[in-house]
């Protein structure tokens, strides 16, 4: 019995270990199975995500390329803005508006809508292309080029600039760039400019009158530097002192004329319709009148004066400026929309905080928001320090500006007879009350000693208050005479003709 129970024993012993063998062996191939699958997760996993790296990669420099070809259509757009840091050469001259619009303006646009830009694709009016070395230079230089702050991003391989495609339109500017190793990646944006009709202003005042007429008459002491004085009415000033001579040889600089010995200026001439009265003038042995003062201009040979159309500007002031209703009381509505009562005092929403604070277009509507006539003009109050901008005031206005601390930084004209920006003169103004545009449609009346750079236009006439030490002083910013406006687009991105491909 007992020998049997061992072999059974042993048996059963026999048995158990054939068992633990076999599960052993299923387990290893399990295991070498589950690593297989492991490995192959792993290296599909591998090749996934290496394959998402290259298309982001790729994803990365097509973007790349495509906002290299924006910043090259951005570039474009500030030279018409910008022409002194365009470029040089014949192709500048497209740059500056070479044809007549409807209303007798320059334009870059004609009365038939045909623009300066006559080129084609395959002949642009402007070329630059980056397999030409002088070109490239000019576009990727890593020191100099107008591109250069790409460099190890992308490359500028081709820039033109012809005529557009829709009527009316101005020009096309086309741009290739490229991105990624060795510029593989490479995109074309092309897209079409419209063009706004920017009225220039060319004299440093312009106006229907200086000095009040009616009783009790008054005259009015202006100043001006580097432009011309346009009035199509009477001027009534206080002395010849009022009128400076003109001559080459006078020195250039911010100096006010009251802190010259003698008042002299090299660009200034005054255009007068009617008559000069001086309120103090010359013994009659020696009064002779200067020869840059010119008088008695209407109706012949007549003034050529600068034509601003209400509609347009008002056009332009609702798309990309700021526009306001105007109620009875002076004070101001943003977007027209007149709520009685309410509205804000014209210096909260005008004054610019200093230098820099450009305020654009601003666009003060009559007070029925129709053109302007003698009866829709409200009056409008300005005392704050300091204006920045292109302010057209379709009511009367009251200037009477605190003293100001502002330095503002100007360019002379270049010399007469010459147009190279090259040739005008930096220097600074101080205590300077605006520098921008200041257009009115009625009356313009000043208090204090405001001065300004830039340009004063009048539909009315402009006189002082009854403060007898009054003065108004104009540095004349020779850019205005070009339509160029600072804060004010002169072209913009036609809707629905961007395009963009590979």
Excluded at 29 to 42: D, K, N, P, Q, T
Excluded at 142 to 149: E, N, P, V
Excluded at 377 to 406: D, Q, R
Aim: aromatic fraction near 8%.
């Amino acid at each position: 019995m007992m020998r049997k129970h061992l072999t059974v024993g042993i048996g059963g012993l026999d048995m158990g270990t054939h068992l633990d063998v076999n599960d052993r062996g299923f387990a290893l191939l399990a295991v070498l199975m589950l690593v297989c699958i492991l490995s192959l997760l792993g290296m599909t996993s591998l090749q996934l995500a290496t394959q998402e790296m290259t298309g982001t990669r790729a994803l990365q420099e097509e973007h790349t390329a495509h906002h290299a070809a924006e910043a090259a259509v951005g570039m474009v757009m500030e030279w018409f803005h910008d022409p002194a840091a365009a470029l040089q050469g014949p192709e500048a001259r497209l740059l500056s508006k070479q044809l007549v619009d409807g209303y007798g303006q320059p334009a870059f646009v004609d009365a038939h809508g045909v623009s300066q830009f006559r080129g084609t694709a395959d002949r642009p009016d402007i070329l630059f292309d980056a397999s030409i070395p002088q070109h490239d230079q000019l576009l990727n230089d890593a020191a100099t080029g107008w591109f250069r702050s790409l460099q190890g991003m992308a490359r500028i391989l081709k820039l033109q600039v012809y005529g557009p495609v829709r009527p009316g339109l101005l020009c096309t500017v086309e741009v290739v760039a490229a991105a990624g190793q060795r510029g593989h990646i490479k995109k074309t944006v092309s897209v079409e400019f419209g063009t706004y009709s920017i009225p220039p202003l060319r004299a440093a005042i312009q106006t229907a009158g200086i000095g009040a007429s009616s009783p009790p008459a008054s005259s009015s002491s202006i100043l001006v530097h580097w432009g011309d004085l346009k009035s199509g009415g009477n001027v009534r000033l206080i002395s010849q002192q009022d009128v400076p001579e003109k001559t080459s040889q006078a020195s250039v600089s911010g100096q006010p004329y009251g802190e010259m010995s003698y008042p002299q200026d090299r660009w200034f001439d005054m255009w007068v319709g009617g008559e000069v009265i001086f309120d103090r003038p010359q013994s009659s042995e020696t009064q002779t009148l200067p020869g840059n003062l010119h008088v008695s201009q209407n109706p012949m040979p007549g003034l050529k004066m600068d034509q601003w159309q209400y509609e347009t500007l008002k056009r332009m002031a609702i798309q990309f400026g700021s526009y306001y209703g105007l109620d009875r009381d002076g004070r101001l509505h943003p977007g027209g929309v007149i709520h009685p009562g309410e509205g804000v005092a014209a210096d909260e929403v005008l004054s610019a905080r200093g230098v820099g604070d450009h305020h654009g277009l601003v666009f003060i509507d009559t007070l029925d928001q129709q053109p302007p006539r003698i009866d829709n003009l409200g009056t409008l109050t300005l005392n704050g320090e300091y204006l920045e901008g292109m302010f057209v005031m379709n009511a009367h206005v009251i200037w009477n500006p605190t003293s100001s601390t502002k330095f503002v930084p100007a360019l002379s004209p270049p010399p007469e007879e010459q147009q190279s920006m090259g040739l005008r003169i930096p220097v600074q103004l101080s205590a300077i009350n605006l520098r921008g545009v200041l257009y009115t449609a009625g009356d313009l009346v000043y208090c204090g000693r405001p001065r300004v750079y830039g340009g004063i236009m009048t539909e009315g006439v402009l006189s002082s208050c009854t403060d007898q030490h009054a003065l108004l002083e104009v540095w004349y910013d020779h850019d205005l005479g070009e339509g160029l406006h600072r804060g004010v687009p002169i072209v913009y991105v036609a809707p629905g003709t961007w395009h963009a491909k590979l």
